[in-house]
């Protein structure tokens, strides 16, 4: 072969090189435009060269939980976090839902909450529940818990509800020490509106937002009934160690859930003394069936607290819907007539919930 041939040949093999290494990079960036895990990669600003890749900039999620938050997340490292389990996913012979589907229904059906599916995480603590979410198309996890049965209905103030509960808790401290913030919310809280505008999501010095049973009208009073069913918190030292205090009386708090402990942590003053800054929800609008919401054009979530069973949850939660439907047609019609004329709006009354207490239902 001539010299001439060689540098030819060479000079290929350098080009089709160049133009390899340009390619990838190219379909490196157009992957991450429609992939959203690969946002959270370091990336640099050049290309891989023909000698040297630039993989050891990447970081890749570190574990099965850190893949689903980093799937799930905002850009703010904000997730919105629900757990169930089998008895929440499965309908039962008596109702004509599941919890699971009422949940998903209400974010179709509310206002500027279809979104925020794309940043719900669902946390399935038994193995049909985490096929039955992986069906639906949702963003799931598994936590395990070796040895334990966490699938069948778990009664409230029960030992397995009480459980769970703390099980739950230990879980997003996990979330916390990671360094994202989340929304919990309960299966049973209905999304009717988008709550970012009246939560402190960009407020860095509010810590924690919490809703309660019954507001006493003042969003700072830390006498305030507190009900851990839906909550914001921010990921920081302040919320971590508050976090690592209420796991930490799990084994000396017997008869009471874990709401009940973190009560107790308030009362005893231990948000002043980590210097965290919470605020109080009112029910106007995060309402539950303890307080109903007096009004429906500002109500944004609808809790089934003070109720026993999951059969009576979804038979009152699916009352709620149906009112909220009512109410989106006949706002809709009044529109369409450019009336000014308002319905009276009334909530349908909680029975099957009031009818827990007494009866297993």
Known sequence: MSM???????????????????????????????????????????????????????????????LALVKASTPNKTVIITVVNQAYVEQSVDAETTMLDLFLESFWLGEDTRPLLDHLLVVAVDQIAYEMCFFKGLNCYKLETEGVDFGGEKIYMSQDFINMMWRRTLFLLDVLKRGYNFIFTDTDVMWLRNPLSRLSIYNESVDLEISTDRFNGDPESEKNPINTGFYYIRSNNKTVSLFDAWYGRKDNSTGKKEQDVLFDLMDEGMFGQLGLHARFLDTVYFSGFCEDSKDIKAVITVHANCCRSINAKIKDLTAVLRDWKKFKATGDEAAAARSAVTVPFSWTGHFGCLDSWNNNV
Not at 40 to 52: E, G, I, K, M, V
């Open 4 to 66: 001439d041939s060689s540098k030819n040949a060479l000079g290929n093999t350098v080009l089709i090189s160049i133009l390899f290494a340009c390619v990838l990079c190219l379909c490196i960036w157009s992957a991450s435009l429609s992939n959203p895990l690969l946002f959270s990669f370091q990336r640099t600003n050049h290309c891989p060269s023909h000698s040297q890749t630039d993989m050891k900039t990447l970081e890749f999620p570190t574990d099965e939980l850190e």
